[in-house]
């Protein structure tokens, strides 16, 4: 990941996968800070607080309570302030309806959760492989 | 040569050129009035031209008879009515013209009207039947003229064929009002301002009303609010405008029995005119069964939606709320093999090992289930799929080990079909003849002939080959022969191969020899794209 990128943003509800995302980050020596929230409106009002810092890549779960990956995406894509940060998707959704919406609200990856966690690392490794070549907008 | 003799008894002689059919002996008594001619201009004009001639051409048949009932003249109409010659008139009874039956009855008539003779014109209201020779009867109308000195002149019309359209009509009006009164639905007639003119017996059933209770009344009787508030208006607004609303249309409307119930009807309603009147015929049909089954029906339909939409959720729901604690259970599994290593024995490892294989075996379950689950619910657009080309790219994808062969025999047809489907087939039928090879040289070959009206394709392996006792249980979801420790298997492809073959109107079954290998068959209909396309 890009060193000038401040902070990655997790939004995910289950507390192993999100165990799961720490651990492999720390295994790939990822040493952005993560920051962690446990459904899409608490993501939406993180991130409309101006005191927070604004993350370079939300890895964003779509089933969760409250609000869903969908959902967020639906506000989130709409709000010029954050339209721009990339978005990854980290699912367990195989469903071809995710997948299409998704990226029709502009999504710059979709990852389905390997079931094993020497296939997450490795997952983690290409997402962070990935993010370290391309530019970020500002 | 005829004798005429009048009032005066003088007789006069007659020549004639046509003959007298009753005998010439008895003559002709003369009255003076008869047929307009004065008793001297009778006399005449018979001398000119014998007046036969005029009976003659008539159409009903003529006689006159003397007090004594017997016969003195007739005319030619007579002869072919009552089938008699002219020589076989003289001396014939009226009595004799009658069916015996009224002979009796007759004779006393007869004596009545001696005494009080008066014109009798046709068609006076009493049946009467005249007597053929043959003995046949026929019915007829019967004149009766007085003349002088107790003759009478009797014209006789026969009216078989006005009887026998009177019967005809008669038939037929009861038979219509048979059908009306024997009908299933009720039928209704009214008048032009509602009031009710018929109800026939079915609507007696349905509505619980008799006929004497609503005739004459508004039908609007029979209907519930807002209905029978609106019918006299409705009536009007057709009257004054001739708009139809249900007149010669019929709907399904509402309607009410005498003890306030309602119930569902499919009435149609028609206009007649009948004798300068305007009537209106309703047609009711009671359709409460009608709408119960169509309720049930709706029932299930909800139902069978609502089932089929949670098994989409539920299929959804198994993707996402069921891996994610087993990705969880794998990932710590994992974790305490990495971290506390030191801490476990040789039996602790060996647990956790079978944990996270028994992990990856639920995730496959999982994922055949979604599968399965797919085929038919999410329809992919067709394509033309070059088979070929096809089994190249599955060949490809499964990278059989080396010591397995796979031949594709001669050129495989190009179907309209989904490519992912097929390809399912195909993949899962070799995958499975490669999983399962024993052989050292392994050998699989694809084929396909053409079979009339379908493809038919083969998969043929030199595997360990398959117990007819399995044939049929292979083919069921979950179901594998192998211990799943030995080989890894879902038990889903096979399940998942039918399911979408026979989605195509196809076939699928085996042929197996055990130790020496076995060979797939599926068909498919060559047409299978449109009627897929169409559904």
């Known amino acids: 990941m890009k060193t000038t990128c401040k902070s ?27 920051q962690h929230l446990e459904n899409g409106e608490e993501a939406l009002s993180y991130l409309r607080n101006p005191a927070n810092p604004q993350p370079c890549l939300i890895l964003l779960d779509l089933n969760m309570p409250i609000m869903g990956g969908i959902e967020f995406l639906q506000i989130a894509k709409k709000d010029e302030a954050l339209k721009g940060i990339p ?16 990226f029709q609200l502009g999504v710059a990856g979709y990852m389905r959760k390997p079931v094993d966690y020497p296939n997450f690392v490795e997952m983690i490794r290409t997402i962070d492989a990935y993010w370290t070549i391309s530019e970020l907008p500002q | 040569m005829l004798l005429i003799y009048g009032k005066s008894g003088i007789y006069k002689r007659i020549r004639s050129p046509l003959s007298w059919r009753i005998g010439a002996s008895r003559g002709f008594k003369n009255n003076d009035g008869l047929l307009g001619y004065r008793g001297k201009d009778l006399v005449k004009g018979l001398a000119e031209k014998d007046p036969r001639w005029l009976f003659d051409s008539a159409a009903d048949a003529m006689f006159i008879a003397g007090p004594d009932g017997r016969l003195l003249f007739a005319n030619r109409a007579f002869e072919t009515l009552f089938g008699y010659a002219t020589e076989e008139l003289s001396g014939l009874s009226v009595e004799s013209l009658i069916p015996p039956r009224f002979r009796q009855t007759h004779l006393t008539q007869r004596a009545q009207y001696a005494e009080h003779p008066a014109s009798r014109v046709m068609g006076a209201g009493i049946e009467l039947y005249g007597l053929r020779k043959d003995g046949s009867e026929f019915a007829a109308d019967v004149s009766l003229s007085p003349l002088e000195d107790g003759l009478v002149l009797t014209a006789v019309h026969d009216i078989t064929r006005r009887k026998r359209a009177e019967e005809a009509l008669a038939e037929q009006s009861a038979r219509l009002r048979a059908i009306v009164d024997t009908a299933v639905d009720a039928i209704i007639t009214i008048d032009e301002r509602g009031m009710i003119d018929s109800f026939n017996p079915a609507a007696e059933r349905l509505f619980g009303y008799t006929p004497a209770e609503v005739q004459g009344k508004n039908v609007s009787l029979l209907m519930p609010a807002p209905y029978h508030e609106e019918h006299d208006g409705y009536l009007q607004h057709y009257r004054d405008t001739g708009e139809k609303r249900i007149i010669g249309i019929g709907r399904e409307v ?27 015929t309703g047609l009711v049909h009671d359709i409460t069964q009608r709408k119960q089954a169509e309720a049930r029906q709706e029932k299930l339909i909800r139902e069978l939606e609502g089932a089929n939409e949670e098994l989409k959720n539920f299929a959804y729901v198994v993707s996402h709320d069921l891996k994610a604690p087993l990705r969880a259970i794998g990932s710590l599994a ?55 080309q096809l089994l190249r790219e599955v060949i490809d994808l499964l990278a059989p080990p080396a010591h397995i ?11 309209k079909t989904e490519k992912t489907r097929i390809q399912q087939v195909f993949q899962n039928l070799l995958s499975n003849a490669i999983k399962y090879l024993d052989k050292p040289q392994g050998e699989i070959r694809v084929d396909c002939t053409d079979a009339g009206e379908d493809w038919e394709f083969s998969v043929r392996d030199n595997g360990p080959g398959i117990e007819v006792r399995h044939h049929k249980r292979i083919f069921q979801l979950f179901q594998t022969l192998a211990p799943r420790d030995k080989v890894e298997s879902t038990g889903v492809g096979l399940a998942l191969v039918k399911k979408i073959v026979e989605m195509y109107g196809g076939r699928i079954w085996l042929e197996s020899k055990p130790g020496e290998g076995s060979t797939f068959f599926f068909t498919l209909p060559k047409g299978v794209a449109i009627t897929i396309g169409e559904s």
């Open chain 2, 405 to 415: 062969a796979i031949t594709v025999a001669g050129a495989l047809p190009t179907i």
């Open chain 2, 254 to 280: 509402v309607a009410q029995r005498k003890d306030g119930t309602t119930f569902p009807i499919e009435l149609a309603v028609s206009e007649m005119r009948v004798g300068g009147r305007r009537l209106f």
């Open chain 1, 87 to 102: 978005v990854v998707v980290l699912t367990t959704s195989e469903e071809q309806e995710d997948k299409v919406e998704s």
């Open chain 1, 8 to 34: 990655i943003m997790l939004v995910e509800d289950d507390q192993v996968d999100t165990m799961t995302v720490r651990r492999a980050l720390k295994e790939l020596h990822v040493t952005n800070p993560l």
């Open chain 2, 334 to 388: 994992d974790w305490l093999v990495a971290d506390q290593a030191a801490k476990l024995d040789d039996e602790g490892r060996e647990y956790l090992r079978l944990i996270t294989q028994r992990v990856r075996r639920l995730d496959g379950l999982i994922d055949g289930i979604l599968q399965y689950s797919r085929v038919g619910r999410i329809r992919e657009t067709l394509a033309e799929v070059d088979l070929n």
